[in-house]
């Protein structure tokens, strides 16, 4: 993915949602209603909710600006496991020299714009001119994929069945969001009070500036939904330098790939209403059937090239007469992949919905929903818009939908309509230029995925259930496998970033966790280099350190209490005045804590199989894992400087060394 919220995670209103790829799903909420008036309403929207979906989003708290002094007091805590003592002292003298005089001067600039800037957050223009600045290729370095379960009825997998289900319920959940129909995101801490319509149908008549305060009397905290609107009719748009989002609510289309080729359709008819779902089955059939070869130069390698580069590239394509195809690929709702291949197994699968061929892909949509011929499914998104929320909450929503209320199914007969005349295959004009620039876009994607490594782990000696029931934080377990794997591996405690969304907040992004901390060195070590000079009981009081520690970060990082974000911001006032950086952000230490060899991330879905990414550094490890009831899984990528499976092999060890001590067992 998940950290799910609980009573046992949650005293305040904080909300503990992870996102490098995801955000995860919220414990005991109940997504939709049986409020649906009419057949013809039901065809057409996901459920209707009594509260409307913004009704909460104007009144939702801000996301604090930290005290400087807690920024650098958390900053040099999580610096302390990662330098010797000379190192530390050096980082520590710089730190509050930067507390004293220019953090102190730009912390002042950040409270005034902040003052000025009421409708949003600190962190959110920043953080959009990070992801839209960034020049590296989006596929591997920011599109993670999140891949769904199986249909549990085998004959509704077919690709053909599965693919027109999935179209026929993102729809609906597009229309669902627009009408204002959809449930607001709400995690009820209390939910026997506030889940129920009794309490909806009260707080529905409270005005906007003040609903999210009676949510909270209730013990009810509603999440910021602002990127939802960037769901659909979306792409990022490659310019020199930055690129630009672009969404465009009037398109009524979908965008297909197959073997490369790109095709369109439309899936509402001018009034807005989805077509009818047997027509939209017989237009991805008739693409299915389509005969056209792969192209020799699909356009679709072009997204997987670098920014400036493609930047170029897109340029020369509207001056060859491609604007109007370019702007039917951008505004279309969203990108169906539909792959003709069979996925052998979860690694096959991962590597399949992270990259795939580069060929079948328009990496720069908001979102792809990818189909294999086995009928698995997953999505790959961009990053740039958003953090995970809606992605998340869309994928829970239309796996529901799919398997509870399908609208195609597999004995139906053909909808008699002409698919021919319905579906457009997209032709471009392309230039030498162009084609030697699709070329080289290939060559270079296909270098970089041929140095990935992806594998995959399943401890099956213990999971949620136990951990919980001797009162140790899962999540806090799961990181501190990873800082004892990578020790025992690597010798090294090294930076590691684990996500977590601050989405309690009006437009709040992300805030990092950072979870190697002095507890988790200690631990490790005792664990790796000396066990046998700790009694068992020793080791679980280490383990329970870890827990509180890694619980009390989480917790400060949810309500925006972090300090990576808060020195972030500073840093882009610095920047934008010109003025040379403080030595803070020239020390060698800053930037290796910012060079995160650990990236992590958690999910946890009944809706969801697996998920992934690739690493952030060249010499790092990209680890999705999930603590599921009885068993804990890992999917970890890395490039030619790690040993994926090796560290997979330490995990497992080390995980089998936790649950042995609170079996009381002395080790070796």
Not at 240 to 248: A, E, I, K, V
Not at 448 to 456: E, F, G, M, Q, W
Request: proline share 5%.
């Amino acid at each position: 993915m998940a950290k799910v919220l609980s009573v046992d995670t949650l005293r305040k209103p904080a909300v503990f949602l992870h996102s490098r790829w995801f955000c995860w799903p919220l414990s005991r909420r109940k997504y939709g209603s049986n409020d649906e008036t009419s057949s013809s309403s039901s065809s057409q929207y996901l459920h209707r909710s009594l509260v409307p979906t913004m009704h909460y989003q104007k009144s939702l708290p801000r996301l604090p600006v930290p005290k400087l002094e807690d920024t650098i007091r958390r900053y040099l805590a999580a610096q302390q496991p990662l330098l010797d003592d000379q190192q530390f002292r050096n980082t520590e003298r710089v730190a509050q020299d930067f507390l004293a005089g220019e953090g102190k001067r730009l912390q002042e600039v950040l409270l005034a714009q902040d003052r000025k800037n009421k409708h949003t957050s600190y962190i959110s223009g920043p953080w959009f001119d990070m992801y839209l600045s960034a020049r590296d290729p989006v596929v591997l370095n920011f599109n993670p994929f999140m891949s769904l379960n199986d249909d549990p009825k085998t004959e509704y997998n077919g690709q053909l069945v599965r693919a027109s289900n999935m179209v026929c319920s993102a729809v609906r959940f597009m229309k669902t969001l627009r009408a204002g129909l959809l449930e607001p995101e709400v995690f009820h801490l209390d939910p026997a009070r506030s889940d129920t319509d009794a309490f909806k149908k009260l707080i529905r008549w409270a005005p906007t500036s003040l609903a999210w305060y009676g949510a909270y009397m209730l013990k009810a905290f509603p999440l910021d939904m602002s990127q939802y609107f960037r769901l659909f009719n979306s792409t990022r748009v490659p310019h020199p330098g930055r690129d630009q989002l672009f969404t465009d609510p009037a398109g009524r289309h979908l965008l297909v790939m197959r073997k490369g080729n790109m095709y369109v359709f439309d899936v509402l008819d001018p009034a807005g209403k989805m077509l009818p779902p047997a027509r939209i089955r017989d237009n991805l059939s008739y693409i299915l059937s389509d005969g056209t070869p792969a192209p020799d130069f699909p356009l679709g390698a072009l997204t997987a090239e670098n920014r400036d580069v493609w930047a170029g590239l897109r340029d020369k394509l509207l001056a060859t007469g491609n604007g109007e195809v370019l702007k039917t690929v951008d505004s279309a709702l969203f990108c169906l992949c539909l792959d003709d291949v069979t996925l052998r197994d979860s690694v096959d699968a991962s590597h399949n919905m992270l990259h795939g061929d580069g060929v079948n892909r328009w990496f720069d949509k908001s979102f792809s929903i990818i189909v294999a011929r086995d009928g698995h499914a997953a999505i790959n998104f961009e990053h740039s818009w958003g953090d995970g929320v809606a992605v998340l909450r869309f994928l829970n929503e239309i796996y529901k939908d799919t398997t509870q209320k399908p609208l195609v199914h597999p004995d139906q007969a053909a909808a008699g309509a002409s698919s021919a005349s319905d579906v457009r295959r997209l032709s471009f004009q392309l230039d030498d230029s162009l084609r030697d620039g699709i070329k080289k876009a290939k060559a270079g994607f296909d270098a970089a995925v041929s140095r990935l490594t992806i594998d995959a782990m399943q401890f099956t000696g213990g999971g949620k259930e136990r951990l919980k029931a001797a009162k140790l934080s899962p999540d806090a377990v799961a990181q501190l496998s990873f800082q004892m794997a990578f020790l025992r591996q690597y010798g090294q405690t090294v930076a590691t970033y684990e996500s977590c969304s601050t989405a309690a907040f009006r437009h709040g992004r992300t805030e990092t966790i950072r979870p190697a901390s002095a507890f988790t060195k200690r631990c490790a070590h005792a664990f790796v280099n000396e066990p046998a000079r700790h009694a068992a009981s020793e080791l679980l009081d280490m383990l329970r350190h870890c827990s509180d520690y890694h619980s009390q970060l989480t917790k400060e990082a949810a309500m925006g209490q972090g300090f990576d974000r808060h020195l972030f911001a500073l840093r882009c006032l610095s920047a934008e005045a010109w003025r040379p950086p403080h030595d803070l952000y020239a020390d060698p230490a800053y930037a290796a804590i910012n060079h995160n060899i650990l990236s992590t991330s958690t999910l946890s879905s009944s809706a969801v199989r697996l998920g992934g990414f690739a690493p952030v550094v060249p010499d790092g490890l990209g680890v999705g894992y999930g603590v599921h009831d009885n068993w804990i899984g890992c999917n970890v990528s890395g490039y030619p400087a790690r040993d994926v499976p090796g560290f997979l092999r330490c995990v497992h060890r080390s995980l089998e060394d936790i649950f042995n001590v609170l079996d009381g067992k002395a080790l070796n």
